[in-house]
């Protein structure tokens, strides 16, 4: 995966119309329809702000939710042209479809230094299937193409990739530095490269620890996904999280990282409870012997001085996953030790998107990460080495 793209200030876009692809799926009060959290329409204006000081015309647009390529009103993006009207401190005008008549007309009328953003992508059926006809009819409105909705860049879309046929397609800041710094870690990075994997579930990062195991110099694994490995190292992990079918893979997992010389760190000991809940009481454990009427909620202090000190002697971490239950304060302690050991180190700190950005933000180390990355999904498919359709459709530099 070639992750050196050119971006919009390598291609001339002055008094360009630019069709801008942005992540405008923001959370919305179920109720009023109101924005409970802006975060993504603010991290937009960097870009916005470049293209409309460079006096092109931005053509912006965005999903919302999952209409399902029909109308519905409830999932408009009209607040959110008002919302970026705001934070602009200038006029966003809004069309009211796609490509019909009236994003047609605002955009053929649209001037220099102003800002259009067309009504919800996913309205129309031909976004998701990446329909060339739509994708060549969104590309008609612009003359260039400028993608800056990460999230969204390991889906095949019209308007994430199909557009890129029609268009010369460039990324926006948001996008450079995912793949500036993520892109980096992958390709070059600063060693050792610690890889940091927890959350719930083997089975949703195995092609993240497979590709892994080829680059990185140690692989830590916490959170519930460590038990299965656990168990099939022989342990008695109680009523922990366990994916049976995959203990075959964990255990090749560990043999190949045995074969590769790639160190595979576990947990030691164990944070555990009777019960799944908030006001559980913690016990402390061997995580090789965890009691049977327990389950493992979070690592303990071995664990904690363990991972971190893998951290501290770090060039580059990558982390994904909490260590533990972080949403209940008791068991907690995990996750945050390993963002404060993140915070401060010295190396380059990356932290995929999902449960441990929410978590580094939550415990407030977020600015004191090298990168947050801003997509839950297309951080792992990143992660997996995976070729994301809305990175490979950018120019090469
Ligand atoms: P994921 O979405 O796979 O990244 O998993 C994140 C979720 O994993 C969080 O909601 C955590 O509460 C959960 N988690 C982490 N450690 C454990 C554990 N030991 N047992 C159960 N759930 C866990």
């Given at each position: 995966?070639?992750y050196?793209?050119?971006?919009?200030?390598?291609?001339?876009v002055?008094?360009?119309?630019?069709?801008?692809?942005?992540?405008?799926?923001?959370?919305?009060?179920?109720?009023?329809?109101?924005?409970?959290?802006d975060?993504?329409i603010?991290?937009?204006?960097?870009?916005?702000?470049?293209?409309?000081?460079?006096?092109a015309?931005?053509?912006?647009?965005?999903?919302?939710?999952?209409p399902?390529?029909?109308?519905?009103?409830?999932l408009?993006?009209?607040?959110?042209?008002?919302?970026?009207?705001?934070?602009?401190?200038?006029?966003?005008?809004?069309?009211r479809d796609?490509?019909g008549?009236?994003?047609?007309?605002?955009a053929a009328?649209?001037?220099?230094?102003?800002?259009?953003?067309?009504e919800?992508?996913?309205?129309?059926?031909?976004?998701?299937?990446?329909?060339?006809?739509?994708?060549?009819?969104?590309?008609?409105?612009?003359?260039?193409?400028?993608?800056?909705a990460?999230g969204t860049?390991h889906r095949?879309?019209a308007?994430?990739?199909?557009?890129?046929?029609?268009?010369p397609a460039?990324?926006?800041?948001?996008?450079?530095k995912?793949?500036e710094?993520?892109?980096?870690?992958?390709a070059d990075?600063k060693?050792p490269?610690v890889?940091?994997?927890?959350?719930?579930k083997?089975?949703s990062?195995i092609g993240?620890?497979?590709?892994?195991?080829?680059?990185?110099?140690?692989?830590?694994i916490?959170?519930?996904?460590?038990?299965?490995f656990l168990?099939?190292?022989g342990?008695s992990?109680?009523?922990?999280?366990?994916?049976?079918?995959?203990l075959?893979?964990c255990?090749?997992?560990?043999?190949?990282?045995?074969?590769?010389?790639?160190?595979?760190?576990?947990?030691v000991d164990?944070l555990?409870?009777?019960?799944?809940?908030?006001?559980?009481q913690?016990?402390?454990?061997?995580?090789m012997a965890?009691?049977?009427d327990?389950?493992?909620?979070d690592?303990?202090?071995k664990?904690v001085e363990?991972?971190?000190?893998?951290?501290r002697?770090?060039?580059?971490?990558?982390w994904n996953?909490?260590?533990?239950?972080?949403?209940?304060?008791a068991?907690?302690?995990g996750?945050r030790?390993?963002?404060?050991?993140?915070a401060?180190?010295?190396a380059?700190?990356?932290?995929?998107g999902?449960?441990?950005?929410?978590?580094v933000?939550?415990?407030?180390?977020?600015?004191r990460m090298?990168?947050i990355?801003?997509?839950g999904?297309?951080?792992?498919?990143?992660?997996?080495g995976?070729?994301?359709?809305?990175?490979?459709?950018?120019l090469?530099?």
């Amino acid at each position: 995966m070639n992750y050196n793209k050119k971006t919009v200030t390598d291609i001339p876009v002055s008094g360009k119309k630019v069709l801008l692809r942005c992540d405008f799926n923001v959370p919305q009060d179920k109720e009023t329809g109101a924005i409970t959290d802006d975060k993504r329409i603010v991290a937009s204006l960097p870009t916005i702000r470049y293209l409309l000081e460079q006096k092109a015309a931005v053509i912006a647009c965005s999903h919302l939710g999952k209409p399902k390529g029909t109308y519905k009103p409830e999932l408009s993006l009209a607040p959110v042209a008002r919302r970026l009207s705001e934070l602009l401190g200038q006029e966003v005008l809004f069309a009211r479809d796609v490509v019909g008549e009236d994003a047609r007309t605002k955009a053929a009328a649209l001037q220099p230094g102003q800002i259009l953003l067309l009504e919800n992508l996913r309205f129309e059926p031909g976004e998701e299937k990446n329909d060339p006809e739509f994708a060549r009819a969104l590309a008609s409105l612009a003359e260039v193409y400028v993608s800056d909705a990460f999230g969204t860049v390991h889906r095949a879309h019209a308007s994430t990739a199909g557009v890129a046929a029609y268009l010369p397609a460039v990324s926006g800041f948001l996008i450079q530095k995912e793949l500036e710094i993520m892109g980096g870690a992958l390709a070059d990075p600063k060693r050792p490269l610690v890889a940091i994997l927890g959350g719930s579930k083997v089975s949703s990062k195995i092609g993240v620890i497979d590709h892994l195991l080829d680059i990185a110099d140690t692989i830590v694994i916490g959170g519930g996904m460590a038990y299965t490995f656990l168990k099939a190292r022989g342990g008695s992990i109680g009523t922990s999280l366990l994916e049976e079918d995959r203990l075959d893979y964990c255990r090749e997992m560990m043999e190949k990282a045995g074969a590769k010389g790639v160190e595979l760190l576990l947990p030691v000991d164990t944070l555990c409870a009777g019960t799944f809940s908030a006001d559980a009481q913690p016990e402390l454990v061997d995580a090789m012997a965890i009691p049977d009427d327990r389950m493992g909620m979070d690592i303990g202090p071995k664990t904690v001085e363990k991972f971190t000190a893998a951290v501290r002697g770090a060039g580059t971490v990558i982390w994904n996953g909490p260590m533990g239950v972080f949403e209940f304060p008791a068991f907690a302690g995990g996750t945050r030790a390993v963002a404060q050991a993140l915070a401060d180190c010295g190396a380059v700190t990356i932290v995929g998107g999902g449960d441990s950005a929410a978590a580094v933000e939550q415990m407030g180390f977020a600015d004191r990460m090298t990168h947050i990355s801003t997509g839950g999904g297309a951080s792992l498919e990143f992660l997996e080495g995976k070729e994301l359709p809305g990175v490979a459709c950018l120019l090469d530099k």
